[in-house]
């Protein structure tokens, strides 16, 4: 694996980790009533895209071995150029389960 490549897994991990910790505890109602939160998330889901984005240049096979890469460069995008139509439900709900299941296979990648 490339250095560049390692660096971007170590700060998609570090995004994923701030992502939950931001929502932790929070219900959906809370996470809607603190803008701060919701606005620190979709930073870090941001940069969790922009990452995706550059391992892609550098290793395609890695970024082929992310489930839903694609997927996710894609909400990036959205929350980049289409802030007026972000979901704040979907960001909630992808900061969960799918924020795990992103540690789990990033984790592997960094440890081979």
Partial sequence: MRLETRV?????????ELIRSAVSGLTFEQ??????KQSAVERQF???GET????QRFEPNIFDSIPDA????????????GYDVADPEAVYDLAGESVQELVSVV??????
């Fill in 46 to 48: 941001i940069i969790v």
């Fill in 52 to 55: 995706l984005i550059r391992i």
């Fill in 31 to 36: 996470f809607l009533e603190q803008w701060e």
């Fill in 8 to 16: 971007c897994l170590e700060d998609l991990m570090r995004a994923c």
């Fill in 70 to 81: 694609r997927g996710i460069v894609g909400f990036r995008n959205v929350l980049v150029h």
């Fill in 107 to 112: 984790g592997k990648l960094l440890n081979q």
